[in-house]
């Protein structure tokens, strides 16, 4: 339940050129992916549509599809010579920002931008490597925002990152809030609480043994006699916008309150 204190999150990502209405909100989130092409003139028409929110903050992040944002993709990118002028949107890229609110509430956020090679995209990096050590996430973040799901969670079961999820895992702060997007299909939101349960759910879906799937079995007969542990929790949110096979589904924003 939201109290006074509360900042209302407001997550979308993945809209593709789409520009939905959105649920009023203190803080706006977009995950990525704002255009389908990755042109100029499209990104140009996203920010003009986040700038007329109004909310009293909106941050985004880059996805695979902003192709004129990466140096490394731009050559496939009309327009990619172009300033891009963010308007009052708070623009990240492995970084991070202090979000200050009235209420003398303060929180940190991190973005960044890339998800595993899919394609010849922008902002992607080998499966196999774990660039997020290179990337060097702050740990004592309250949001975290990435292109892409941790693996396991939010992702369809595989095409998340290991790697993310193993950050997470290592962090002793844990952040409030992860808002990714990415993967059309597995849109939603989930409380994971980084117990011995959770551990044992995401080993039965790394690998598929009859004695990972006793271990789960008895952690989630421990919960019925020991709730778990609300602190130290973290919301996960997909939050892609559109979904189908030809992003014919619309998906309204997910709010949180933190």
Known sequence: MPTASSIRVVCVSDTHNTQPQLPDGDLLIHAGDLTQSGTHAELEAQIGWLDRQPHRIKVAIAGNHELCLD???????????????WKSIRYLENSSTILEFGDCRRVKAFGSPYTPRHGNWAFQYPRDENIWD????????????????????????????????NWLWSTK?????????????????????WDNFQRAYESIM????????????????????????????????????????????????ICVDI
């Open 206 to 253: 790394d690998e598929a043994k009859w004695m990972n799937l006793i271990i789960l079995l008895w952690h989630a007969l421990l919960l019925l006699i020991r709730p778990r542990d609300p602190c130290g929790r973290t919301v996960v949110v997909n939050a892609a916008a559109v979904g189908g096979v030809r992003d014919e589904t619309r998906r309204d924003a």
């Open 71 to 85: 140096p490394k993709a731009q050559a496939q990118a009309p327009g990619r010579d172009k300033h891009v002028d």
């Open 173 to 193: 702060r844990k952040p409030l809030l992860h808002v990714f997007g990415h993967i059309h299909g597995a849109y939603g939101k989930e409380t994971l609480y």
């Open 134 to 165: 290179e990337i060097r996430i702050p740990d004592d973040i309250d949001i975290l925002i990435t292109h892409g799901p941790p693996k396991t969670h939010l992702d369809l079961g595989r095409y998340g990152c290991k790697f993310l999820r």
